[in-house]
T-cell receptor
Framework: GAGVSQSPSNKVTEKGKDVELRCDPI?????LYWYRQRLGQGLEFLIY????????KSGLPSDRFSAERTGESVSTLTIQRTQQEDSAVYLC????????????????FGPGTRLTVT | AQTVTQSQPEMSVQEAETVTLSCTYD???????LFWYKQPPSRQMILVIR??????QNATENRFSVNFQKAAKSFSLKISDSQLGDAAMYFC?????????????FGQGTRLTINP
C-alpha cells in the first residue's frame, strides 16, 4: 500500500511569509507526528495527533507554529512569519495506536519537506 | 526529560567488515523502547532494529544487532558484513512506554561511510 506522503518536497520562501506543509498518512493510521530536522541534526518532536484526542503540542517551538488534522486524515503544519532559523526538513510520520499500556507500533515516515527561508 | 547522545558524528568501514555505532541515553524510567533508524540521502527514515528495555536478550535483525546495557544506559548498533547500501545517517531513538507518550527522542546521528 501507499506510504506516508508529504508535499511539497521542497519549499523556498522569503522571511516573513507564511507556509503550509501537508502530510498524508497511511490509511488507517490513527496517530500522526510532525518532526523537524535541522541540517546535520537529529529529529526534534513538534506535535502528535491521536484520533479525536487533544494533540500533544509540547514540541512546538513558538506560537508561529500550528498544525491541524481532520479526523484520521491529512494534516497541515503552518508556520507563520517564517524566520531563517525555521529552515529545516519537516518530517511527518504515522502509526497505528492501541490504547493499552505500552503497546507501540512502528512509526512510518514520509520523505519530508525541505523548507528554506531566504 | 529523556536525552539521547551519539558521540560519533562520522564513522567509516571497509565493505564486508564490521562496524559498531555508539549510543547512550538518559532517563529515569525503567521501562521504555530503543530504536535505530537509518536515513539515506532520500531522507526517508527506515527502522533498522528495536529493543524493549524489559528484555535482557539483545535484538537481532539479519546483519544488524544491538548491545543493550541497561545499567550503563548504552545501546550500540553492530553492522556485520557491511554493504555499500548501508551507507547512511544512523539515528538512535528513545520512546517511553508510558501510555500516551508516543514521541520519539532522537540522537544527533552518525554518518556511516562504506569504503569499497
Amino acid at each position: 500500500g501507499a506510504g506516508v506522503s508529504q508535499s511539497p518536497s521542497n519549499k523556498v520562501t522569503e522571511k516573513g511569509k507564511d507556509v503550509e506543509l501537508r502530510c498524508d498518512p497511511i490509511s488507517g493510521h490513527t496517530a500522526l507526528y510532525w518532526y523537524r530536522q535541522r541540517l546535520g541534526q537529529g529529529l526534534e518532536f513538534l506535535i502528535y495527533f491521536q484520533g479525536n484526542s487533544a494533540p500533544d503540542k509540547s514540541g512546538l517551538p513558538s506560537d508561529r507554529f500550528s498544525a491541524e488534522r481532520t479526523g484520521e486524515s491529512v494534516s497541515t503544519l503552518t508556520i507563520q512569519r517564517t524566520q531563517q532559523e525555521d529552515s529545516a526538513v519537516y518530517l511527518c510520520a504515522s502509526s497505528l495506536v492501541l490504547l493499552t499500556y505500552g503497546k507501540v507500533y512502528e512509526q512510518y515516515f514520509g520523505p519530508g519537506t525541505r523548507l528554506t527561508v531566504t | 526529560a529523556q536525552t539521547v547522545t551519539q558521540s560519533q558524528p562520522e564513522m567509516s568501514v571497509q565493505e564486508a567488515e564490521t562496524v559498531t555505532l555508539s549510543c547512550t541515553y538518559d532517563t529515569s524510567e525503567s521501562d521504555y523502547y530503543l530504536f535505530w533508524y537509518k536515513q539515506p540521502p532520500s531522507r526517508q527514515m527506515i527502522l533498522v532494529i528495536r529493543q524493549e528495555a524489559y528484555k535482557q536478550q539483545n535484538a537481532t535483525e539479519n546483519r544488524f544487532s544491538v548491545n543493550f546495557q541497561k545499567a550503563a544506559k548504552s545501546f550500540s548498533l553492530k553492522i556485520s558484513d557491511s554493504q555499500l547500501g548501508d551507507a547512511a545517517m544512523y539515528f538512535c531513538a528513545y520512546r517511553s512506554r508510558i501510555q500516551g507518550a508516543q514521541k520519539l527522542v532522537f540522537g544527533q546521528g552518525t554518518r556511516l561511510t562504506i569504503n569499497p
